[in-house]
């Protein structure tokens, strides 16, 4: 085989296998046998090593399965994806309907189309096939996400026969179902629980709707991982330089016949009166369907007249949305209850009556605290109105009191801790009560214990807050120092209660667990020190605080010893910060603490590693870090810090640079985007400190 034949060779099983991978990593539609693979590729090894000037980094040999990306390719529309006008009322949507019958006339049609609430995505079809799929990114230009929309069953790799043209690009929105949405992130949420994350950071890292996870999901490196979260796509918008048809109605039925999944609730109107009962319609119908929608889009159907009208710099002036109203329903308050959080703030939640909304059941709202309960005037078993904005903790908006029950009481908050029955406190000038038990009100110290464990304080991993609940019901353990003396015989056997406590379903500790739990508590000395200050659960002093204080004290003597003034000298740090700062440090509970976990051998000082470089080539500059990196996050501050950044933890005008990670949040990268801040890599940062 000459050279020439070995390279064509060569890159043909390269695509060849390519496909297959393809087909089996991320699709699970084999197409090929698997002893038929690997004698292709066998073949294609030895090719290799015959020519290996032709091999490629593409290579099959070179990877497994799915597409894994280490940053997606930005590629310039070749129409720009605008967005649309917004209109709220019937009185807006006039205006709009006056406008447009001033410039072309009355003789026209409109297309009511369904606003699917996911992301915009933009297809290339060249002869009938894929060949790339972008995301909206600026409009202007977006990430090439081809393989990872590949994903999408609903979407065609290769069209139907028919008389589409040489290449066209088609527009629509990729979406999550509904129940997907609900069955991922209540998986999500137990593998979080499972891991020992709080509840506050569960909160933080759950989808906040389907939205927000497909958008997630779309953007994710690996495509093998896309595949396991079903995104769906309706499309809406056919762009081509010879228009496929006269009109925006007939396009969409062709695209139909093509193979693309077209929805099926789209309808031309003649009057203006006809598009509003299409809006009223869906606004109530909606509930019933799988998929989210925030409103409608009202498109002037004839091309010719779409040319007429042109557009504003941002907006067609042919095409306009109706958003509906946030979603709301009402239901019976059953009863207000009072959770004890482990610094004995309490935060009262609403028990509801389960009821639909946005298709999902809502059982529970949170109320808070004291001002918004007087607020909302919340009297027992009133009526509320539960609303939900795009968010998963539905939150009452009013009270139906037309249907209050006669002589009902009016809702008072809380005065003693339902744990542990002490009288609360609101201090002046807080809006939150506390449980000023602190020593004593047993939720409480079972929560200190908790963070302690915590994946970002000592990372315990092997005790949940199930162990925990037994450790401490059963007197093993009071506080979080006693873990450093458990031994075999305590831990062994062991009942806990697991689940829900009504169901009480019980387990108990068996030697492998028992043996991970002591490995996982040894290995926590090894913790830096600033974990560890985070970790003792100072009111107030979170992550970013922690390692500031560790910065300018090193040891945890100079910190104990500072004064208010010494205190006050650190960068951000308050008065009030300082302030519990000094009353943690002056009760000698937490002194005898502290000795016991400087005995047991934990960090409470910091540690030069002379392996992290260190500069001051960032002076001055502000960075937040939001995604996932080869390092862990803190490593990366860390970095930051040493070579003289400053570490924020939100997006501002004044931040200088955003570090973007996989798996970063779409409104924090859009928020960044409009306020043009600077998106950079980790490795565009590692540059620039080298
Ligand atoms: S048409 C130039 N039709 O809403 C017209 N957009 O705010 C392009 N959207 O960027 C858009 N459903 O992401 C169109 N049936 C629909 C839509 C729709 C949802 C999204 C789309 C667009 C945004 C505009």
Avoid at 73 to 84: C, D, E, G, I, N
Avoid at 115 to 134: C, W
Avoid at 571 to 595: M, P, R, T, V, Y
Avoid at 615 to 627: A, C, T, W
């Amino acid at each position: 085989m000459n050279e020439l034949e070995a390279k064509i060779k060569i890159d043909n099983l390269t695509q060849l296998l390519n496909e297959h991978n393809y087909k089996y990593y991320v699709l699970s539609q084999p197409t090929l046998k698997d002893s038929e693979f690997d004698l292709l590729l066998k073949e294609l090894e030895k090719l290799e090593t015959e020519f290996p000037q032709f091999a490629n980094t593409e290579s099959p040999t070179q990877k497994v399965g799915g597409a894994i990306t280490k940053q997606f390719q930005t590629v310039k529309h070749k129409y720009p994806m605008l967005s649309l006008g917004n209109t709220y009322s019937e009185d807006e949507l006039r205006e709009f309907d006056n406008r447009i019958r001033k410039s072309i006339g009355d003789n026209f049609d409109y297309v009511c189309e369904l606003k699917f609430d996911g992301l915009a995505i933009g297809l290339t079809y060249q002869k009938g096939k894929l060949v790339r799929a972008v995301t909206r990114g600026n409009g202007v230009e977006g990430d090439d996400v081809t393989n990872n929309v590949k994903t999408i069953k609903s979407i065609p790799h290769q069209l139907k026969p028919g008389n589409y043209p040489d290449e066209f690009e088609i527009r629509g929105e990729v979406f999550m179902h509904k129940k997907t949405f609900e069955k991922l992130n209540d998986k999500l949420k137990n593998e979080l629980e499972q891991k020992g994350f709080d509840e506050d950071e569960i909160r933080e890292k759950l989808y906040k709707n389907p939205r927000n996870f497909a958008s997630g999901t779309l953007k994710m490196m690996d495509s093998r991982e896309v595949a396991k979260r079903p995104l769906d796509c309706f499309l809406y918008f056919i762009y081509c330089d010879i228009p496929v048809a006269d009109n925006h109605f007939d396009s969409l039925k062709k695209a139909e016949s093509w193979g693309f999944q077209i929805s099926d609730h789209y309808k031309k109107c003649k009057t203006l009166e006809d598009v509003f009962s299409f809006i009223t319609n869906y606004d109530s119908e909606r509930e019933k369907l799988s998929y989210e929608i925030d409103g409608v889009v009202i498109k002037v159907n004839d091309y010719h007249q779409q040319q007429e009208l042109g557009f504003t710099a941002k907006n067609p002036r042919w095409a306009i949305s109706y958003k509906f109203k946030s979603q709301s329903a009402s239901t019976l308050l059953e009863k207000v209850t009072f959770q004890v959080g482990r610094t004995g703030a309490i935060t009262p939640v609403a028990n509801l009556t389960p009821v639909q909304l946005a298709g999902t059941t809502v059982k529970r709202a949170s109320l808070y605290n004291a001002d918004e309960i007087e607020r909302l005037d919340l009297h027992e078993l009133d009526e509320v109105f539960v609303e939900k904005g795009g968010e998963i903790i539905p939150k009452i908006t009013g009270v139906d009191i037309s249907k209050r029950k006669p002589h009902a009481h009016q809702i008072r908050y809380a005065t003693h801790c339902p744990e542990c029955a002490t009288e609360l406190i609101r201090k002046e000038g807080e809006v939150v009560h506390y449980c000023p038990n602190e020593d004593g009100c047993p939720t409480q110290l079972k929560g200190k214990i908790e963070h302690f464990i915590g994946r970002k304080a000592m990372n315990i991993d092997s005790l949940g807050a199930e162990t925990i609940n037994g450790l401490f019901d059963k007197g093993v353990i009071k506080n979080y120092a006693d873990l450093y003396t458990l031994k075999y015989e305590d831990l062994i056997g062991l009942e806990f209660t697991v689940g829900d406590e009504e169901e009480n379903k019980k387990r108990s500790l068996q030697k492998k667990s028992v043996e991970n739990i002591l490995q996982g508590i040894e290995d926590s000395k090894q913790i830096p020190f600033e974990r560890v200050l985070f970790a003792l659960g100072i009111r107030m002093i979170g992550e970013t605080v922690a390692q500031k204080l560790v910065q300018h004290f090193h040891t945890i003597e100079k910190l104990e010893n500072a004064t208010m003034e010494d205190l006050l000298t650190v960068h951000e740090i308050g008065e009030k910060i300082a302030e519990q700062l000094l009353k943690f440090f002056s009760d000698i509970k937490n002194k005898h603490l502290i000795e016991k976990l400087k005995n047991a051998g934990l960090q409470f000082e910091i540690v030069h590693d002379e392996s992290i470089k260190r500069s001051n080539k960032l002076e001055g500059k502000s960075f937040l870090v939001s995604g996932v990196f080869t390092i862990s996050r803190d490593e990366l501050k860390k970095t930051i810090q040493l070579n003289g950044g400053r570490n924020v933890s939100s997006i501002s005008k004044s931040l200088d640079y955003l570090i973007a990670g996989d798996k970063m949040g779409p409104e924090k990268l859009k928020k960044a985007t409009d306020l043009t801040i600077k998106i950079i890599s980790e490795e565009e940062f590692m540059k620039m400190i080298d």
